[in-house]
Protein backbone atom coordinates (compact mmCIF):
# COMPACT_ATOMS: atom_id res chain seq x y z
CA UNK A 1 0.00 0.00 0.00
CA UNK A 2 1.28 3.48 -0.97
CA UNK A 3 2.15 6.07 1.15
CA UNK A 4 -0.08 9.16 0.88
CA UNK A 5 2.27 11.73 -0.91
CA UNK A 6 3.69 14.44 1.18
CA UNK A 7 3.99 16.70 -1.97
CA UNK A 8 1.30 16.50 -4.08
CA UNK A 9 1.61 17.10 -7.65
CA UNK A 10 -1.33 16.61 -10.29
CA UNK A 11 -0.63 14.07 -13.29
CA UNK A 12 -0.74 14.63 -17.06
CA UNK A 13 -3.80 14.46 -18.84
CA UNK A 14 -6.32 16.09 -16.71
CA UNK A 15 -8.97 18.56 -18.10
CA UNK A 16 -11.55 20.70 -15.80
CA UNK A 17 -14.71 23.27 -16.79
CA UNK A 18 -17.06 24.89 -14.77
CA UNK A 19 -20.36 23.28 -13.88
CA UNK A 20 -23.29 23.36 -16.76
CA UNK A 21 -25.71 23.79 -14.59
CA UNK A 22 -23.83 25.44 -11.25
CA UNK A 23 -21.22 27.99 -12.03
CA UNK A 24 -19.70 27.27 -8.33
CA UNK A 25 -18.62 24.17 -9.12
CA UNK A 26 -15.98 22.56 -11.40
CA UNK A 27 -15.86 19.20 -12.85
CA UNK A 28 -12.50 17.78 -13.67
CA UNK A 29 -12.18 14.70 -15.54
CA UNK A 30 -9.06 12.30 -16.58
CA UNK A 31 -8.74 12.51 -20.80
CA UNK A 32 -6.50 9.60 -20.58
CA UNK A 33 -9.37 7.36 -19.07
CA UNK A 34 -7.05 5.90 -16.51
CA UNK A 35 -8.97 7.38 -13.79
CA UNK A 36 -12.80 6.95 -14.48
CA UNK A 37 -15.75 9.29 -13.33
CA UNK A 38 -15.57 12.82 -12.82
CA UNK A 39 -14.70 15.27 -9.68
CA UNK A 40 -17.58 17.98 -8.57
CA UNK A 41 -15.03 20.55 -6.87
CA UNK A 42 -15.93 23.35 -4.73
CA UNK A 43 -13.65 26.62 -5.71
CA UNK A 44 -11.42 26.04 -2.60
CA UNK A 45 -10.73 22.51 -3.91
CA UNK A 46 -10.43 22.91 -7.24
CA UNK A 47 -7.67 25.81 -5.79
CA UNK A 48 -5.94 23.01 -3.98
CA UNK A 49 -5.90 20.66 -7.51
CA UNK A 50 -4.49 23.85 -9.02
CA UNK A 51 -1.47 24.45 -6.73
CA UNK A 52 -0.70 20.53 -6.12
CA UNK A 53 2.82 20.87 -8.08
CA UNK A 54 5.04 18.61 -6.34
CA UNK A 55 7.05 21.34 -4.47
CA UNK A 56 4.52 22.19 -1.60
CA UNK A 57 4.12 19.93 1.11
CA UNK A 58 0.75 19.34 2.63
CA UNK A 59 1.26 21.53 5.40
CA UNK A 60 2.06 24.60 2.57
CA UNK A 61 -0.91 23.89 0.87
CA UNK A 62 -3.09 24.42 4.11
CA UNK A 63 -1.31 27.71 5.16
CA UNK A 64 -1.59 29.00 1.43
CA UNK A 65 -5.63 28.39 1.30
CA UNK A 66 -5.73 29.62 5.11
CA UNK A 67 -4.39 32.80 3.75
CA UNK A 68 -6.46 33.23 0.80
CA UNK A 69 -10.03 31.56 2.42
CA UNK A 70 -9.28 32.86 5.62
CA UNK A 71 -9.22 30.40 8.96
CA UNK A 72 -11.84 28.28 8.22
CA UNK A 73 -11.08 24.41 8.31
CA UNK A 74 -9.81 23.37 4.67
CA UNK A 75 -11.49 20.59 3.45
CA UNK A 76 -13.43 20.20 6.97
CA UNK A 77 -10.44 19.35 8.53
CA UNK A 78 -8.97 16.40 6.16
CA UNK A 79 -6.63 17.58 3.63
CA UNK A 80 -5.01 13.86 3.99
CA UNK A 81 -8.05 12.64 3.06
CA UNK A 82 -8.48 14.63 0.04
CA UNK A 83 -5.02 13.98 -1.02
CA UNK A 84 -5.79 10.26 -0.26
CA UNK A 85 -8.61 10.13 -2.83
CA UNK A 86 -7.33 11.94 -5.21
CA UNK A 87 -4.34 9.43 -5.20
CA UNK A 88 -6.61 6.29 -5.14
CA UNK A 89 -8.39 7.88 -7.99
CA UNK A 90 -4.71 8.23 -9.55
CA UNK A 91 -5.01 11.64 -10.42
CA UNK A 92 -1.65 12.34 -9.15
CA UNK A 93 1.64 11.52 -10.46
CA UNK A 94 2.79 9.31 -7.36
CA UNK A 95 4.76 5.84 -6.82
CA UNK A 96 1.03 4.77 -6.50
CA UNK A 97 0.45 5.74 -10.23
CA UNK A 98 4.20 4.87 -11.29
CA UNK A 99 3.46 1.21 -10.24
CA UNK A 100 -0.46 1.68 -12.19
CA UNK A 101 1.61 2.80 -15.21
CA UNK A 102 4.36 0.06 -15.18
CA UNK A 103 2.52 -3.06 -13.94
CA UNK A 104 1.70 -6.06 -15.48
CA UNK A 105 -1.80 -5.37 -16.91
CA UNK A 106 -3.44 -2.90 -18.67
CA UNK A 107 -7.05 -2.01 -17.50
CA UNK A 108 -10.20 -2.13 -19.86
CA UNK A 109 -10.98 1.35 -21.00
CA UNK A 110 -13.61 0.83 -23.60
CA UNK A 111 -16.16 -0.76 -21.17
CA UNK A 112 -19.11 1.17 -22.16
CA UNK A 113 -18.47 0.07 -25.81
CA UNK A 114 -19.46 -2.96 -24.79
CA UNK A 115 -20.97 -4.63 -21.98
CA UNK A 116 -19.21 -5.09 -18.09
CA UNK A 117 -20.60 -8.91 -17.65
CA UNK A 118 -19.45 -11.82 -20.21
CA UNK A 119 -22.13 -13.07 -20.36
CA UNK A 120 -23.19 -9.80 -22.15
CA UNK A 121 -20.32 -9.65 -24.19
CA UNK A 122 -21.27 -13.43 -25.52
CA UNK A 123 -24.75 -12.01 -26.63
CA UNK A 124 -23.38 -8.88 -28.24
CA UNK A 125 -20.88 -10.56 -30.33
CA UNK A 126 -22.98 -13.36 -31.30
CA UNK A 127 -26.04 -10.77 -32.78
CA UNK A 128 -22.92 -8.97 -34.72
CA UNK A 129 -22.59 -12.44 -36.93
CA UNK A 130 -26.71 -13.10 -37.45
CA UNK A 131 -27.74 -9.77 -38.07
CA UNK A 132 -29.02 -8.44 -41.53
CA UNK A 133 -25.99 -8.45 -43.73
CA UNK A 134 -23.95 -10.47 -41.42
CA UNK A 135 -21.37 -13.22 -41.90
CA UNK A 136 -23.21 -15.78 -40.69
CA UNK A 137 -21.85 -17.57 -36.97
CA UNK A 138 -18.20 -18.75 -37.27
CA UNK A 139 -17.25 -22.47 -37.56
CA UNK A 140 -14.03 -23.28 -36.52
CA UNK A 141 -11.61 -26.17 -37.77
CA UNK A 142 -8.78 -27.31 -36.31
CA UNK A 143 -7.37 -27.24 -40.49
CA UNK A 144 -7.88 -24.09 -40.67
CA UNK A 145 -5.15 -21.61 -42.41
CA UNK A 146 -4.71 -19.39 -45.25
CA UNK A 147 -4.89 -15.76 -43.78
CA UNK A 148 -1.68 -13.65 -43.24
CA UNK A 149 -3.70 -10.22 -41.98
CA UNK A 150 -6.98 -8.79 -41.68
CA UNK A 151 -8.23 -5.42 -41.76
CA UNK A 152 -11.13 -4.78 -38.98
CA UNK A 153 -12.85 -1.34 -38.15
CA UNK A 154 -12.21 0.44 -35.01
CA UNK A 155 -15.25 2.37 -34.70
CA UNK A 156 -17.87 1.70 -32.08
CA UNK A 157 -19.50 -1.93 -32.38
CA UNK A 158 -22.71 -0.36 -32.53
CA UNK A 159 -22.32 0.79 -35.87
CA UNK A 160 -19.51 -1.51 -36.99
CA UNK A 161 -20.37 -4.66 -35.09
CA UNK A 162 -21.63 -6.66 -38.65
CA UNK A 163 -18.19 -5.35 -40.07
CA UNK A 164 -16.41 -6.70 -37.40
CA UNK A 165 -18.07 -10.05 -37.54
CA UNK A 166 -16.95 -10.61 -41.24
CA UNK A 167 -13.94 -9.66 -40.33
CA UNK A 168 -13.41 -12.45 -37.66
CA UNK A 169 -15.44 -14.95 -38.89
CA UNK A 170 -12.62 -14.84 -41.33
CA UNK A 171 -10.03 -15.00 -38.63
CA UNK A 172 -11.84 -18.60 -36.62
CA UNK A 173 -12.02 -20.13 -39.96
CA UNK A 174 -8.96 -19.25 -42.04
CA UNK A 175 -6.26 -18.17 -39.16
CA UNK A 176 -3.79 -21.02 -37.69
CA UNK A 177 -1.80 -18.33 -35.44
CA UNK A 178 -1.89 -17.80 -32.06
CA UNK A 179 0.38 -15.09 -31.82
CA UNK A 180 -1.43 -11.40 -33.04
CA UNK A 181 0.36 -8.26 -34.29
CA UNK A 182 -2.45 -6.10 -33.40
CA UNK A 183 -1.36 -2.62 -35.40
CA UNK A 184 -4.03 -0.02 -34.91
CA UNK A 185 -4.36 3.71 -35.21
CA UNK A 186 -2.93 6.00 -32.33
CA UNK A 187 -5.56 8.59 -31.90
CA UNK A 188 -4.11 10.08 -28.35
CA UNK A 189 -0.10 10.03 -29.12
CA UNK A 190 2.40 12.38 -30.92
CA UNK A 191 4.63 9.10 -31.69
CA UNK A 192 5.06 7.78 -34.59
CA UNK A 193 5.28 3.95 -32.84
CA UNK A 194 4.47 3.18 -29.16
CA UNK A 195 4.56 -0.37 -28.27
CA UNK A 196 3.29 -1.76 -24.87
CA UNK A 197 4.03 -4.81 -22.95
CA UNK A 198 1.38 -4.81 -20.42
CA UNK A 199 -1.21 -7.75 -20.64
CA UNK A 200 -4.47 -6.13 -21.82
CA UNK A 201 -7.16 -6.99 -19.46
CA UNK A 202 -11.26 -7.11 -20.18
CA UNK A 203 -14.10 -8.78 -19.01
CA UNK A 204 -13.23 -11.90 -20.92
CA UNK A 205 -10.07 -11.96 -18.80
CA UNK A 206 -6.34 -11.61 -20.05
CA UNK A 207 -4.36 -11.58 -23.17
CA UNK A 208 -0.96 -11.77 -22.65
CA UNK A 209 1.78 -10.00 -24.36
CA UNK A 210 4.80 -11.53 -25.91
CA UNK A 211 7.36 -10.13 -24.58
CA UNK A 212 9.96 -12.26 -26.78
CA UNK A 213 8.03 -10.99 -29.80
CA UNK A 214 8.16 -7.29 -27.91
CA UNK A 215 11.83 -7.56 -27.18
CA UNK A 216 12.72 -8.26 -30.57
CA UNK A 217 10.76 -4.97 -31.80
CA UNK A 218 12.90 -3.12 -28.94
CA UNK A 219 16.43 -4.31 -30.10
CA UNK A 220 15.70 -3.92 -34.64
CA UNK A 221 13.90 -0.35 -33.99
CA UNK A 222 15.12 1.38 -30.55
CA UNK A 223 13.29 1.95 -27.62
CA UNK A 224 11.57 4.94 -28.89
CA UNK A 225 8.55 2.44 -28.86
CA UNK A 226 8.32 3.30 -25.35
CA UNK A 227 8.53 7.20 -25.39
CA UNK A 228 4.66 7.70 -24.57
CA UNK A 229 3.59 5.86 -21.31
CA UNK A 230 0.31 7.38 -22.02
CA UNK A 231 -0.50 6.25 -25.37
CA UNK A 232 -2.33 3.00 -24.96
CA UNK A 233 -4.55 3.67 -21.99
CA UNK A 234 -7.11 6.09 -23.30
CA UNK A 235 -7.12 4.16 -26.93
CA UNK A 236 -9.92 1.74 -28.32
CA UNK A 237 -8.39 0.42 -31.38
CA UNK A 238 -6.37 -2.29 -29.99
CA UNK A 239 -9.30 -2.85 -26.81
CA UNK A 240 -11.64 -3.82 -29.33
CA UNK A 241 -9.79 -5.82 -31.09
CA UNK A 242 -8.68 -7.84 -28.31
CA UNK A 243 -12.02 -8.31 -26.58
CA UNK A 244 -12.84 -10.29 -30.06
CA UNK A 245 -10.61 -12.10 -30.06
CA UNK A 246 -11.10 -13.67 -26.93
CA UNK A 247 -14.28 -14.12 -27.43
CA UNK A 248 -13.24 -16.38 -30.81
CA UNK A 249 -10.94 -18.37 -28.60
CA UNK A 250 -12.34 -18.76 -25.15
CA UNK A 251 -13.00 -22.17 -25.15
CA UNK A 252 -10.74 -23.28 -28.17
CA UNK A 253 -6.95 -22.24 -27.81
CA UNK A 254 -4.87 -19.35 -25.62
CA UNK A 255 -3.29 -16.77 -28.10
CA UNK A 256 -1.13 -14.25 -27.58
CA UNK A 257 -0.90 -10.52 -29.01
CA UNK A 258 1.45 -7.64 -29.85
CA UNK A 259 0.10 -4.16 -29.35
CA UNK A 260 1.25 -1.68 -31.66
CA UNK A 261 0.10 1.57 -32.30
CA UNK A 262 0.86 3.84 -35.42
CA UNK A 263 0.76 7.62 -35.34
CA UNK A 264 -0.19 10.12 -38.06
CA UNK A 265 1.84 9.96 -41.53
CA UNK A 266 0.45 13.68 -42.17
CA UNK A 267 4.04 14.38 -43.21
CA UNK A 268 4.02 11.95 -45.71
CA UNK A 269 0.74 13.24 -46.79
CA UNK A 270 1.56 16.77 -46.94
CA UNK A 271 5.12 15.71 -49.22
CA UNK A 272 3.25 13.11 -51.50
CA UNK A 273 6.18 10.45 -50.34
CA UNK A 274 5.19 7.12 -49.80
CA UNK A 275 5.60 6.01 -45.89
CA UNK A 276 8.07 3.57 -47.04
CA UNK A 277 10.29 5.62 -47.91
CA UNK A 278 10.36 7.18 -44.48
CA UNK A 279 13.80 6.05 -42.56
CA UNK A 280 11.32 5.50 -39.54
CA UNK A 281 8.46 3.66 -40.70
CA UNK A 282 10.72 1.41 -43.06
CA UNK A 283 12.61 0.18 -39.60
CA UNK A 284 9.76 -0.75 -37.90
CA UNK A 285 8.75 -2.95 -40.61
CA UNK A 286 12.23 -3.84 -40.83
CA UNK A 287 11.78 -4.91 -36.78
CA UNK A 288 8.63 -6.38 -37.68
CA UNK A 289 9.94 -9.01 -40.14
CA UNK A 290 13.03 -9.73 -37.95
CA UNK A 291 10.34 -10.67 -34.72
CA UNK A 292 8.76 -12.63 -36.91
CA UNK A 293 11.45 -14.58 -37.66
CA UNK A 294 12.62 -14.92 -34.41
CA UNK A 295 9.58 -16.30 -33.35
CA UNK A 296 9.46 -19.40 -35.63
CA UNK A 297 5.72 -19.90 -35.31
CA UNK A 298 2.82 -18.49 -37.68
CA UNK A 299 1.53 -14.77 -36.87
CA UNK A 300 -1.54 -13.25 -37.96
CA UNK A 301 -1.30 -9.18 -38.47
CA UNK A 302 -5.04 -7.75 -37.18
CA UNK A 303 -4.70 -3.91 -38.63
CA UNK A 304 -7.48 -1.76 -36.52
CA UNK A 305 -8.51 1.07 -38.83
CA UNK A 306 -11.14 3.02 -40.16
CA UNK A 307 -11.81 4.85 -43.25
CA UNK A 308 -12.79 8.02 -44.08
CA UNK A 309 -14.18 10.66 -41.00
CA UNK A 310 -16.13 13.75 -42.86
CA UNK A 311 -18.46 16.28 -41.48
CA UNK A 312 -18.52 19.54 -38.42
CA UNK A 313 -17.51 16.42 -35.79
CA UNK A 314 -14.54 16.29 -37.75
CA UNK A 315 -13.70 20.02 -38.46
CA UNK A 316 -15.63 20.16 -41.74
CA UNK A 317 -17.84 22.89 -42.32
CA UNK A 318 -21.24 22.15 -43.40
CA UNK A 319 -23.16 18.92 -42.75
CA UNK A 320 -22.75 16.37 -44.78
CA UNK A 321 -24.81 16.24 -47.83
CA UNK A 322 -25.66 12.96 -50.08
CA UNK A 323 -23.19 14.20 -53.35
CA UNK A 324 -20.41 14.14 -50.34
CA UNK A 325 -21.55 10.48 -49.09
CA UNK A 326 -21.69 9.62 -52.77
CA UNK A 327 -18.39 10.76 -53.79
CA UNK A 328 -16.67 9.09 -50.22
CA UNK A 329 -18.19 6.02 -50.97
CA UNK A 330 -16.57 5.89 -54.55
CA UNK A 331 -13.36 6.74 -52.97
CA UNK A 332 -13.44 4.22 -50.13
CA UNK A 333 -14.30 1.83 -52.70
CA UNK A 334 -10.94 2.71 -54.59
CA UNK A 335 -8.98 2.52 -51.47
CA UNK A 336 -10.69 -0.80 -50.43
CA UNK A 337 -9.52 -1.94 -53.99
CA UNK A 338 -5.85 -0.72 -53.68
CA UNK A 339 -5.83 -2.53 -50.46
CA UNK A 340 -6.87 -5.97 -51.89
CA UNK A 341 -4.57 -6.50 -55.18
CA UNK A 342 -2.25 -4.79 -52.31
CA UNK A 343 -0.93 -2.17 -53.98
CA UNK A 344 0.21 0.15 -51.48
CA UNK A 345 1.34 3.19 -53.89
CA UNK A 346 -1.71 2.99 -55.27
CA UNK A 347 -3.43 3.46 -51.60
CA UNK A 348 -1.15 5.75 -50.46
CA UNK A 349 -1.77 8.17 -53.56
CA UNK A 350 -5.16 8.39 -53.48
CA UNK A 351 -5.48 9.63 -50.07
CA UNK A 352 -2.29 11.91 -51.02
CA UNK A 353 -3.96 13.63 -53.77
CA UNK A 354 -6.51 14.65 -51.63
CA UNK A 355 -4.54 16.19 -49.17
CA UNK A 356 -6.44 13.21 -46.85
CA UNK A 357 -9.28 15.69 -46.34
CA UNK A 358 -11.39 12.65 -45.73
CA UNK A 359 -9.48 11.47 -42.66
CA UNK A 360 -8.57 8.18 -43.64
CA UNK A 361 -7.32 7.08 -39.73
CA UNK A 362 -6.08 3.31 -41.20
CA UNK A 363 -3.70 5.09 -43.27
CA UNK A 364 -0.73 3.96 -41.24
CA UNK A 365 -1.76 0.52 -39.39
CA UNK A 366 -2.49 -0.55 -43.37
CA UNK A 367 0.48 0.32 -44.67
CA UNK A 368 2.87 -0.72 -41.66
CA UNK A 369 0.72 -4.10 -41.22
CA UNK A 370 0.90 -5.39 -45.28
CA UNK A 371 4.31 -3.90 -45.87
CA UNK A 372 5.75 -6.09 -42.51
CA UNK A 373 3.23 -9.30 -43.58
CA UNK A 374 3.33 -9.36 -47.16
CA UNK A 375 0.68 -11.11 -48.04
CA UNK A 376 0.17 -12.94 -51.67
CA UNK A 377 -3.57 -11.86 -51.87
CA UNK A 378 -6.42 -10.05 -50.67
CA UNK A 379 -10.46 -9.90 -50.38
CA UNK A 380 -12.79 -7.69 -49.60
CA UNK A 381 -15.67 -8.61 -46.91
CA UNK A 382 -17.73 -6.21 -45.78
CA UNK A 383 -18.03 -2.03 -45.96
CA UNK A 384 -19.89 0.31 -44.05
CA UNK A 385 -20.65 3.86 -44.18
CA UNK A 386 -22.49 5.71 -40.84
CA UNK A 387 -24.16 8.66 -41.36
CA UNK A 388 -25.78 11.18 -38.23
CA UNK A 389 -29.45 11.59 -38.98
CA UNK A 390 -28.64 15.31 -38.91
CA UNK A 391 -25.19 14.98 -40.84
CA UNK A 392 -22.73 16.04 -38.11
CA UNK A 393 -20.83 13.17 -39.24
CA UNK A 394 -19.98 10.15 -41.45
CA UNK A 395 -17.38 7.93 -40.59
CA UNK A 396 -16.72 4.34 -43.14
CA UNK A 397 -15.63 1.23 -42.24
CA UNK A 398 -14.11 -2.38 -44.37
CA UNK A 399 -13.31 -5.65 -43.55
CA UNK A 400 -10.55 -7.24 -45.65
CA UNK A 401 -8.60 -10.07 -45.55
CA UNK A 402 -5.27 -10.91 -46.71
CA UNK A 403 -4.22 -14.25 -47.33
CA UNK A 404 -0.70 -16.41 -48.30
Known amino acids: MSAIPTHPRLRPGLAAAKHEADPNIVVVW ?6 HGELHLQQMQFELLQRMNGVRS ?3 LENELRMKFG ?17 DLL ?17 PSCIGCYPAEPEAIRTLFRSHFVAEGGPGLPKYSENAAGLRAVLAPHIDYRRGGVSYAWAFKEVLERCDASLFVIIGTSHYSQERFTVTRQNFKTPLGIAPVDQAFVDQIETHYGDEIYNDPFAHYPEHSIE ?16 RIVPILVGS ?14 SDIRRMILALKEAEKAAGESVCYIISGDLAHIGPKFGDPEPVNEAQLTHSRSQDQELIRSAARLDLNAYFDRIAKEDDSRRICGLPPTVVALAAAEPASGRAL ?20 FYR
Not at 71 to 87: A, H, I, P, Q
Open 240 to 255: LEVVYLQYLYENIRPF
Open 30 to 35: DQLRIS
Open 382 to 401: DYGQYVHPQGHESVSFASIG
Open 58 to 60: ISV
Open 265 to 278: FRDCVEAEVSPTAQ
Open 71 to 87: DSTVLNGDLLRFVKELD
Open 91 to 107: LLDSPRFADYLTGPVRE
